[in-house]
């Protein structure tokens, strides 16, 4: 695992070398730079941060070379089919210097050129210089599901690209500017889509997706989606040999994921996902996995949907022979919120973000590799909004005049803050808003957190008027019409792997861990167990049922003899963390210092008098708007951190503090 940059026709070796050194983070334990000019002025370079997982030796070294040094790459990922492609290739004339997977796709790539990416299976982001035809082409790829990141800025013939947006802002010609059509995503839905990023002119390779730089020019082409049948489409097999066929799949997935050369563990919530992840790595090793889980004091979990029974993991650790640490945490939020803003590079007001750091940062002592549940919810239909469309479906049945007056009743009901109702009055007044929409339009409402006519409130005039015709769920859309012939569950399936586990789940998993140098995969997205169980398995196999569906019906069932039926009955529980808490108490300073009056009308954004009420609606609690304000605050940090005082100058003060604290 490492962090990449490159530079094609702009910058020299002093701009390389501190495009690496800011992602230090993500590959401590090596650095390396290799750059060429040409006689007509050209120039590429490439830079790598190693975080060593297979063959510890310098063997490893990146960026990386075929034998004659005409092939040069620079490497972030892991290719768990290396092996199986190493032994093909030999047996073709290749010949090797390390044991490393990086190797294995410089050979790869000479002998498939650009459809090598067919043939790996991992995750990963790359770029390659091929000088064999005289002149320079570079090739970037990132890999199916992007797990890992790939940004990039393409301004005339220049090209800059790197792992992470903060190592691009090192290059003199390009300049930390906000995107008001991001800006207009982001408060729809917390987080910016691919390929955008909140960064005018920056944007992010998108998953699947590879390019081609030649003569100054950037091509961009899809190498892989994910398909799903036909609504129509007939599933001739059983629940039952799906269900094995579906467990040997996904246990053979995991000990694939499991090869390492440093210690490896895992995240364990004891929900479903993890569970079966840590059940799976159990078979695969006569080791006691380690296991980590992540738990806040009962002071911060009054409310909160988080696991109410932080001891059903350590059941399940017992259970199954386990090493378990629980990390019960009391974190310094105030501190942690602007240097986590600085590792994500964009805003991201998903405070799972802080969760997913102080599980990495412990877990870090004893393991440099962890799996994680990520893509369970995503291939087997395993959110709330999912339900809610099945309810939906039912709810408008209802005669319309009646479901005015129930939408009204639910809109006036009260936050419930502090009680375990609050997560149940949201989803309810969430669905209340969409409850008459049609499917497509019923999705992306329970998606977001600001709707245009909050959003148009909260613009400043100037703004508002830039905004007019900017429609935040672009690729919502997009997406829609990609798989329009699928089952609407399919659909929705669809959009939540390509968009908001990619731009979101992935994002802040890959950023959160490598900022304390921990490398995390994700089984659940290996491709062929992804492929099967989009093509194979019937959408009421994936959430079963009318009035009480049971979300990933399938899944548990193949996990059914392996887990215990605790843990199979166990509601949802993701990285939550106590915003309502932290705003109260830790971050009401903050808040009426980063989002006071004065400070609103300089930024010129937002209306001063639409940003207080947000804040006083939430303290009498008329309303809980404790994720709206949370994205007024990554924002502004954000703002502070990019924009503000020098990206360049903000990103040493953050590195030195950072390498202070791990000396």
Not at 234 to 259: C, H, K, N, T
Not at 328 to 334: G, I, K, M, R
């Given at each position: 695992?490492?962090?990449?940059?490159?530079?094609?026709?702009?910058?020299?070796?002093?701009?390389?070398?501190?495009?690496?050194?800011?992602?230090?983070?993500?590959?401590?334990?090596?650095?390396?730079?290799?750059?060429?000019?040409?006689?007509?002025?050209?120039?590429?370079?490439?830079?790598?941060?190693?975080?060593?997982?297979?063959?510890?030796?310098?063997?490893?070294?990146?960026?990386?070379?075929?034998?004659?040094?005409t092939v040069?790459?620079?490497?972030?990922?892991?290719?768990?089919?290396?092996?199986?492609?190493?032994?093909?290739?030999?047996?073709?004339?290749?010949?090797?210097?390390?044991?490393?997977?990086?190797?294995?796709?410089?050979?790869?790539?000479?002998?498939?050129?650009?459809?090598?990416?067919?043939?790996?299976?991992?995750?990963?982001?790359?770029?390659?210089?091929?000088l064999?035809?005289?002149?320079?082409?570079?090739?970037?790829?990132?890999?199916?599901?992007?797990?890992k990141?790939?940004?990039?800025?393409?301004?005339?013939n220049?090209?800059?690209?790197?792992?992470?947006?903060?190592?691009?802002?090192?290059?003199?010609?390009?300049?930390?500017?906000?995107d008001?059509?991001?800006l207009?995503?982001?408060?729809?839905?917390?987080?910016?889509?691919?390929?955008?990023?909140?960064?005018?002119?920056?944007?992010?390779?998108?998953?699947?997706?590879?390019?081609?730089?030649?003569?100054?020019?950037?091509?961009?082409?899809?190498?892989?989606?994910?398909?799903?049948?036909?609504?129509?489409?007939?599933?001739?097999?059983?629940?039952?040999?799906?269900?094995?066929?579906?467990?040997?799949?996904?246990?053979?997935?995991?000990?694939?994921?499991?090869?390492?050369?440093?210690?490896?563990?895992?995240?364990?919530?004891?929900?479903?996902?993890s569970?079966?992840?840590?059940?799976?790595?159990?078979?695969?090793?006569?080791?006691?996995?380690?296991t980590?889980?992540?738990?806040?004091?009962?002071?911060?979990?009054?409310?909160?949907?988080?696991?109410?029974?932080?001891?059903v993991?350590?059941?399940?650790?017992?259970?199954?022979?386990?090493?378990?640490?629980?990390?019960?945490?009391e974190?310094?939020?105030?501190?942690?919120?602007?240097?986590?803003t600085?590792?994500?590079d964009e805003?991201?007001?998903?405070?799972?973000?802080?969760?997913?750091?102080?599980?990495?940062?412990?877990?870090?002592?004893?393991?440099?590799?962890?799996?994680?549940?990520?893509?369970?919810?995503?291939?087997?239909?395993?959110?709330?909004?999912?339900?809610?469309?099945?309810?939906?479906?039912?709810?408008?049945?209802?005669?319309?005049?009646?479901r005015?007056?129930?939408?009204?009743?639910?809109?006036?009901?009260?936050?419930?803050?502090?009680?375990a109702?609050?997560?149940?009055?949201?989803?309810?007044k969430?669905m209340?808003?969409?409850g008459?929409?049609?499917?497509?339009?019923?999705?992306?409402?329970?998606?977001?957190?600001?709707?245009?006519?909050?959003?148009?409130?909260?613009?400043?005039?100037?703004?508002?008027?830039?905004?007019?015709?900017?429609?935040?769920?672009?690729?919502?859309?997009?997406?829609?019409?990609?798989?329009?012939?699928?089952?609407?569950?399919?659909?929705?399936?669809?959009?939540?792997?390509?968009?908001?586990?990619?731009?979101l789940?992935?994002?802040?998993?890959d950023?959160?861990s490598?900022?304390?140098?921990?490398?995390?995969?994700?089984?659940?997205?290996?491709?062929?167990?992804?492929?099967?169980a989009?093509?194979?398995?019937?959408?009421?196999?994936?959430?079963?049922?009318?009035?009480?569906?049971?979300?990933?019906?399938?899944f548990?069932?193949a996990?059914?003899?392996?887990l215990?039926?605790?843990?199979?009955?166990?509601?949802?529980?993701?990285?939550?963390?106590?915003?309502?808490?932290?705003?109260?108490?830790?971050?009401r300073?903050?808040?009426?210092?980063l989002?006071?009056?004065t400070?609103?009308?300089?930024?010129g954004?937002?209306?001063?008098?639409a940003?207080r009420?947000?804040?006083?609606?939430?303290?009498?609690?008329?309303?809980?708007?404790?994720?709206?304000?949370?994205?007024?605050?990554?924002?502004?940090?954000?703002?502070?951190?990019?924009?503000?005082?020098?990206?360049?100058?903000?990103?040493?003060?953050?590195?030195?503090?950072?390498?202070?604290a791990t000396?």
């Amino acid at each position: 695992m490492c962090g990449i940059a490159g530079l094609a026709n702009c910058g020299d070796r002093e701009v390389l070398s501190r495009m690496t050194h800011v992602q230090t983070h993500r590959g401590p334990d090596d650095f390396g730079l290799w750059e060429r000019r040409f006689p007509d002025g050209g120039y590429v370079g490439l830079g790598s941060r190693r975080l060593a997982i297979l063959d510890l030796s310098a063997d490893g070294h990146m960026p990386m070379c075929n034998e004659d040094r005409t092939v040069w790459i620079t490497y972030n990922g892991e290719i768990y089919n290396f092996a199986e492609l190493r032994r093909e290739l030999q047996s073709k004339g290749h010949r090797f210097a390390s044991n490393t997977d990086t190797e294995v796709v410089i050979h790869l790539y000479e002998q498939e050129g650009e459809e090598c990416v067919q043939k790996l299976k991992g995750m990963f982001a790359f770029a390659i210089c091929d000088l064999r035809s005289g002149k320079p082409e570079l090739f970037l790829a990132r890999d199916h599901f992007g797990v890992k990141p790939l940004y990039y800025a393409h301004r005339g013939n220049k090209l800059a690209f790197a792992s992470e947006v903060k190592a691009l802002l090192q290059a003199p010609h390009i300049g930390p500017e906000i995107d008001l059509d991001s800006l207009h995503q982001y408060l729809t839905f917390l987080w910016v889509p691919d390929p955008k990023t909140m960064f005018r002119g920056i944007f992010k390779l998108p998953a699947g997706h590879s390019a081609t730089f030649r003569d100054g020019e950037l091509k961009i082409k899809q190498y892989w989606d994910l398909h799903f049948p036909r609504a129509d489409a007939d599933y001739p097999r059983s629940e039952a040999d799906l269900a094995d066929e579906l467990r040997a799949r996904f246990r053979r997935a995991v000990g694939q994921q499991m090869v390492s050369d440093v210690p490896i563990g895992a995240f364990l919530s004891a929900g479903l996902d993890s569970s079966s992840i840590v059940a799976m790595m159990c078979k695969a090793t006569m080791q006691p996995v380690r296991t980590y889980t992540i738990t806040f004091p009962r002071k911060y979990r009054v409310g909160e949907t988080t696991l109410d029974d932080p001891d059903v993991p350590v059941r399940l650790a017992r259970k199954l022979g386990c090493e378990n640490q629980q990390i019960v945490v009391e974190p310094d939020v105030a501190d942690l919120l602007p240097r986590l803003t600085w590792h994500m590079d964009e805003p991201t007001a998903d405070p799972a973000i802080i969760t997913a750091y102080l599980v990495c940062r412990e877990a870090r002592k004893q393991a440099t590799v962890l799996l994680s549940g990520v893509g369970g919810d995503e291939l087997f239909a395993g959110y709330r909004k999912h339900l809610a469309y099945r309810w939906l479906h039912g709810y408008q049945r209802i005669p319309a005049r009646l479901r005015r007056g129930m939408e009204s009743a639910v809109n006036a009901l009260p936050s419930l803050r502090g009680t375990a109702l609050k997560g149940s009055v949201r989803l309810a007044k969430k669905m209340a808003r969409s409850g008459s929409l049609a499917p497509e339009e019923q999705f992306i409402r329970n998606c977001t957190y600001l709707d245009d006519v909050q959003k148009t409130s909260l613009y400043a005039a100037e703004v508002c008027d830039q905004l007019r015709l900017s429609d935040p769920a672009v690729r919502h859309h997009s997406s829609f019409e990609t798989v329009r012939e699928s089952d609407f569950l399919n659909q929705m399936l669809y959009l939540d792997t390509k968009i908001f586990m990619t731009s979101l789940n992935l994002n802040y998993n890959d950023k959160m861990s490598m900022a304390s140098s921990v490398e995390v995969r994700v089984p659940f997205l290996d491709r062929e167990l992804a492929e099967f169980a989009a093509w194979n398995i019937p959408p009421s196999l994936k959430l079963k049922g009318f009035l009480r569906p049971t979300t990933k019906h399938i899944f548990r069932e193949a996990m059914r003899d392996i887990l215990p039926a605790e843990v199979l009955r166990q509601p949802k529980a993701g990285f939550a963390a106590p915003v309502d808490y932290w705003l109260a108490h830790d971050l009401r300073e903050m808040v009426d210092d980063l989002l006071s009056d004065t400070n609103i009308r300089q930024r010129g954004l937002f209306r001063p008098e639409a940003v207080r009420r947000f804040v006083n609606e939430q303290r009498s609690g008329a309303e809980d708007w404790s994720m709206q304000i949370w994205q007024f605050l990554t924002l502004e940090h954000w703002m502070r951190i990019f924009l503000d005082a020098g990206a360049a100058q903000r990103c040493d003060e953050f590195t030195q503090a950072r390498e202070a604290a791990t000396a």
